[in-house]
């Protein structure tokens, strides 16, 4: 299982080869969901990341035009925010970095 996107902190980069596989944990990972995968993403993918202690879990909804953040605390994972709209997203993970949701679903 692979996510859709996924993240390391600059700290983190030598840990990246894009020569071979990645083995390492990624500090941030995001799905974009469908309608047929939309389950898939919300559990099994859930569980894998929370297994690996994936500290961030992103979860995008063009459907809804939402955005779910997830952080792990604590062994499972707890919703940071929940936005859409013109909503603001601040992930904890990566502060001060903001942005506003609906700028995710803008094509250019």
Request: no cysteine.
């Amino acid at each position: 299982m692979q996510p859709d996107v996924l993240f390391f902190l600059e700290s983190r980069r030598h840990l990246i080869d894009f020569r071979a596989a990645i083995r390492h944990r990624p500090d941030l990972v995001v799905e974009v969901l469908s309608h047929s995968t939309k389950m898939h993403d919300r559990k099994k993918k859930l569980q894998m990341f929370a297994r690996f202690e994936v500290p961030e879990y992103w979860i995008l909804d063009p459907g809804l035009g939402s955005l779910e953040i997830l952080q792990f605390v604590n062994g499972s994972y707890r919703e940071a925010q929940s936005a859409s709209g013109d909503d603001v997203v601040r992930s904890p993970l990566l502060d001060p970095f903001t942005f506003v949701v609906s700028t995710a679903f803008r094509l250019p």
